[in-house]
C-alpha cells in the first residue's frame, strides 16, 4: 500500500474532537484523512505551511437558497458555492423554495445534477413539504442527496406554504427524519396584513407587521404538535427572545438555529441605515431581541449558526417597501462575521466549531464530517484569526453583487479552504474546478 500524501498540511494549529487545540500534521489521501500528528518524515505531493494559522473542521452552512433553476437572475449554484468556498464553508443544504419548488424526485434530482457539474462545495437539497406531496413525504426525505424536508408555516419568498396544524400534524406523523421548519404564524400575518396600507409605511413597519407573536405562535403551535407526536424538529432563523426562553423546556426534540444577521444587526438603526438591504423574514428586531439571541448562543439552546443566504438583486430589492423582497446574501459573510466575533470575545472559538462543524451534523446524521479525525472527509477550513479584512461588495460572488456587510471591517478571517482533500481557495482566489460531492447520511 502507498503511503505517501497526496496533500500534507504542516504546522498548524489542529482543532481536535475533545475540543482541544493542538499544533500537529495532517495528512490527506484520497479525499479522506489519513493520519494527523507528526508526520514531517512522510512523503507527500503537495505541501501546506499551516504555521500560525487554525485548521478547522470543513464548515457547513444548513440553510441557503441558491434560487436554481428558475430564478437564476438572483444567484444559481455555481456562483453560490463559489461564495460559499471564498468565505470558508466547505458544505451548504439548499432550501427548496426554487421554480418549480422541491417538492417530487424529479425536481431533486435536477439540482442534484446541477450541483454534481457546477459545485465548488459539498451539497445536499431539502424536500420542500406542500400540500399535495404530504403522503409522499416519508419516501422523498429518504432520496439521497436530500437532507430532510422543510415546512414554511408563514409565507416567503416562493408558493411553498403549509399554515394549517392539521396539514402539520399530517407532515410530521409522514415522516422520521428531523424536519427543518420556517416558523411564522400565517393566520396572524393575513389579520395583520392592513399594517402595510398606511401611508407612511416603509421598511421599519417589516417588524411591526411580522410581529414577536407571528414567530411565538408559530412556535408553540409547532412544538405542541411535534411533542405529541414524538418527533424532532429543527426551528430556523429565530428572531425574538421569547422563542428562546421558550424552546429551553423543548430540547430533548427541538434543535433551533440563529443568523449572523440576528446576531449583528438590531433595529431601527439597520432599517434607517440600510433600508430594505436589511429586510428578511423573520425580521431584525430591537436590541432587546438581539441580546436574548446572544444569550440563547451563550446557554446553548441555539444549536446552529445559519446563514439564510436568501439573495435578490439590488435593484428588486431597492423597490419600495413593501413591494421589495425579504432576504440577503450571507454564506461568504458567515464565517468572516463569526470570527470577527470571537475576536470581540462575544462568543469563543469552542463554540464556533460546535455551531458550524459539529451540531450541524448530528442534528442533520452527515456522515464523515464535522470533526478532524482519521477516515472522516478532508473537508477543512483554515483561518487565521488575526488577519484584518475589508468586507465589500465587489468581494461578493453572488450573482446579486451586494452584501449588508458592505464596508464592514472583520478580524478574523479564512486563509484557505479544502473540499474533498483538495484546495478549493486559497487567499481569496479560487484555484479549482468544482470539487463539491453529494452529502451522505445515516438514515
Known amino acids: 500500500m502507498n503511503d505517501n500524501f497526496d496533500l500534507l498540511i504542516s504546522g498548524g494549529s489542529v482543532y481536535l474532537p475533545n475540543n482541544k487545540i493542538e499544533e500537529s500534521d495532517i495528512g490527506i489521501k484520497d479525499s479522506k484523512i489519513l493520519a494527523i500528528g507528526n508526520l514531517q518524515n512522510k512523503k507527500y505531493k503537495t505541501k501546506i505551511d499551516a504555521k500560525n494559522l487554525l485548521i478547522m473542521p470543513g464548515a457547513i452552512d444548513s440553510q441557503v437558497h441558491f434560487r436554481e433553476p428558475g430564478l437564476t437572475h438572483k444567484e444559481d449554484i455555481f456562483c453560490g458555492t463559489k461564495g460559499a468556498v471564498l468565505g470558508g464553508i466547505t458544505t451548504i443544504f439548499e432550501m427548496p423554495n426554487t421554480k418549480p419548488s422541491t417538492t417530487n424526485k424529479e425536481a431533486l434530482d435536477e439540482k442534484l445534477k446541477i450541483a454534481h457539474k457546477h459545485a465548488h462545495c459539498n451539497y445536499s437539497f431539502f424536500m420542500g413539504a406542500a400540500k399535495e406531496n404530504i403522503e409522499k413525504l416519508g419516501e422523498l426525505?429518504?432520496?439521497?442527496?436530500?437532507?430532510?424536508?422543510?415546512?414554511?408555516?408563514?409565507?416567503?419568498?416562493?408558493?411553498?406554504?403549509?399554515?394549517?396544524?392539521?396539514?402539520?400534524?399530517?407532515?410530521?406523523?409522514?415522516?422520521?427524519?428531523?424536519?427543518?421548519?420556517?416558523?411564522?404564524?400565517?393566520?396572524?400575518?393575513?389579520?395583520?396584513?392592513?399594517?402595510?396600507?398606511?401611508?407612511?409605511?416603509?421598511?421599519?413597519?417589516?417588524?411591526?407587521?411580522?410581529?414577536?407573536?407571528?414567530?411565538?405562535?408559530?412556535?408553540?403551535?409547532?412544538?405542541?404538535?411535534?411533542?405529541?407526536?414524538?418527533?424532532?424538529?429543527?426551528?430556523?432563523?429565530?428572531?425574538?427572545?421569547?422563542?428562546?426562553?421558550?424552546?429551553?423546556?423543548?430540547?430533548?426534540?427541538?434543535?433551533?438555529?440563529?443568523?449572523?444577521?440576528?446576531?449583528?444587526?438590531?433595529?431601527?438603526?439597520?432599517?434607517?441605515?440600510?433600508?430594505?438591504?436589511?429586510?428578511?423574514?423573520?425580521?431584525?428586531?430591537?436590541?432587546?431581541?438581539?441580546?436574548?439571541?446572544?444569550?440563547?448562543?451563550?446557554?446553548?439552546?441555539?444549536?446552529?449558526?445559519?446563514?439564510?443566504?436568501?439573495?435578490?438583486?439590488?435593484?428588486?430589492?431597492?423597490?419600495?417597501y413593501p413591494k421589495s423582497p425579504s432576504g440577503m446574501t450571507g454564506v461568504q459573510t458567515l464565517l468572516p462575521i463569526m470570527l470577527n466575533f470571537v475576536n470581540e470575545k462575544k462568543i469563543s472559538i469552542h463554540d464556533l466549531v460546535r455551531l458550524v462543524c459539529v451540531n450541524p451534523c448530528k442534528i442533520y446524521n452527515i456522515l464523515n464530517k464535522g470533526e478532524i479525525k482519521v477516515h472522516n472527509d478532508a473537508d477543512l477550513t483554515i483561518v487565521d484569526l488575526n488577519k484584518e479584512f475589508n468586507i465589500t461588495n465587489e468581494w461578493i460572488a453572488s450573482k446579486s453583487g451586494w452584501t449588508p456587510y458592505d464596508n464592514f471591517k472583520v478580524k478574523g478571517f479564512p486563509i484557505l479552504t479544502i473540499v474533498n482533500g483538495e484546495v478549493a481557495m486559497r487567499e481569496n482566489q479560487i484555484v479549482s474546478e468544482p470539487l463539491g460531492k453529494q452529502v451522505k447520511f445515516a438514515i
Open 141 to 320: 426525505e429518504r432520496i439521497e442527496g436530500c437532507c430532510g424536508v422543510k415546512i414554511f408555516m408563514g409565507s416567503s419568498t416562493g408558493d411553498l406554504l403549509v399554515e394549517d396544524d392539521e396539514s402539520l400534524k399530517k407532515i410530521l406523523s409522514n415522516i422520521n427524519r428531523r424536519v427543518a421548519v420556517h416558523s411564522e404564524d400565517e393566520y396572524r400575518l393575513r389579520e395583520r396584513i392592513n399594517i402595510l396600507e398606511s401611508d407612511h409605511v416603509n421598511v421599519s413597519f417589516h417588524p411591526k407587521w411580522r410581529d414577536v407573536e407571528t414567530a411565538l405562535n408559530s412556535t408553540k403551535r409547532l412544538l405542541k404538535i411535534a411533542g405529541e407526536l414524538n418527533k424532532k424538529i429543527h426551528v430556523l432563523h429565530i428572531s425574538t427572545r421569547d422563542e428562546i426562553e421558550l424552546l429551553k423546556s423543548y430540547k430533548s426534540f427541538a434543535t433551533c438555529e440563529a443568523t449572523p444577521q440576528h446576531l449583528f444587526f438590531k433595529s431601527p438603526e439597520c432599517y434607517e441605515t440600510l433600508g430594505t438591504l436589511t429586510q428578511m423574514n423573520p425580521p431584525i428586531r430591537d436590541e432587546s431581541h438581539q441580546v436574548g439571541i446572544w444569550k440563547g448562543v451563550t446557554d446553548r439552546v441555539i444549536d446552529v449558526i445559519g446563514s439564510d443566504h436568501a439573495p435578490h438583486t439590488i435593484e428588486e430589492k431597492k423597490q419600495k
